[in-house]
């Protein structure tokens, strides 16, 4: 199975809205093919950046059509209530010619069970077995996979080719240290933007799914380039990676929270992509409070980098 899709760079796309608070597909197609002319290897949608929960399934699949009909290479976020629904969602991915598939646990029902996951994820990786996929974990889902279930998946389905761990340096270590060390066709992807070094240089990751990526697309492929030449030994690298997250940490560090994409759509707009002002539900937004201290530190971080770069 080519695991090549999940060895690069690739941003968790959100979705735009239109006036209306529909999504907006003309912007996310636009915004995706401006990423990967930037240097991405892929995108990912619809993760929690996509704001999966809030759009119907019909709405996500048309994403997916749209992204994958502009010749952009796409991974499909399986996140679903049940999994009938992770299930379609797989399907159409491998119908319409996605690349791959970022595997959700199952949420709400019976969510902390082992057996409830084994065959959840099961379902998922059956419904496209030629599309290599990625379990991601993240305590938000509220489990964590471990080695155990990820190898006895693996036995009975080999497009299960990696991890995308979103729960940290300790998670990080352990998928490191467990899971992908024990097979090199295994591959791990950095999925929280705080620990992009962590990953590739203590824990041998090979891609990187990112966040902040969508509004600094040009400095986050910086340091993904820096991080893998920092592992390949590269001692001037290492510096200059922990020098550039170190400049990111504050921005970074939203990818870490319940408000992730209001922040990165805000730092959209302050990009000039308009598209990003609106949310799906209304009351969702930044305070005042929030918008002055994601744009001070904004400013913050381009002055730096402008200085730092040149």
């Not at 990818?255 to 799906?280: C, I, R, S």
């Amino acid at each position: 199975m080519d695991n090549s899709i999940f060895t690069g760079c690739m941003p968790a796309l959100m979705t735009p809205c239109k006036a209306d608070r529909t999504p907006d597909f003309d912007a996310l197609v636009r915004t995706g093919q401006e990423l990967i002319d930037a240097g991405m290897s892929a995108v990912v949608y619809c993760g929690s950046m996509g704001d999966w929960p809030l759009l119907t399934d019909v709405q996500r699949m048309e994403g997916v059509s749209r992204l994958v009909a502009a010749g952009i290479p796409t991974v499909v976020g399986t996140g679903a209530i049940n999994s009938a629904s992770a299930v379609a969602h797989a399907a159409h991915a491998a119908k319409v010619g996605a690349q791959g598939l970022m595997v959700i646990p199952r949420v709400l029902s019976r969510g902390t069970s082992a057996g409830a996951q084994a065959a959840h994820f099961k379902a998922i990786l059956s419904a496209a077995p030629d599309l290599p996929a990625v379990i991601y974990n993240s305590p938000y889902y509220g489990f964590a996979t471990r080695a155990e279930l990820f190898f006895a998946l693996r036995q009975d389905h080999p497009n299960l080719i990696g991890f995308k761990e979103f729960g940290g340096a300790a998670d990080l270590r352990y998928a490191a240290e467990y899971i992908t060390s024990a097979d090199d066709s295994v591959t791990l992807m950095v999925g929280v933007d705080t620990n992009v070094y962590h990953g590739f240089v203590n824990c041998g990751a090979t891609g990187a799914i990112t966040g902040i990526g969508n509004a600094l697309p040009k400095e986050v492929l910086q340091l993904v380039e820096l991080c893998k030449q920092a592992a390949a030994g590269d001692v001037t690298a290492r510096l200059k990676a922990k020098e550039l997250e170190e400049a990111l940490g504050v921005l970074s560090s939203f990818d870490e929270g319940a408000d992730l994409v209001l922040y990165y759509k805000h730092l959209m707009v302050l990009n000039g992509n308009a598209e990003y002002t609106l949310h799906f539900n209304e009351t969702d937004a930044l305070s005042a409070s929030q918008k002055q201290y994601v744009e001070n530190q904004y400013k913050l971080f381009k002055g730096w980098y402008a200085n730092w770069s040149a």
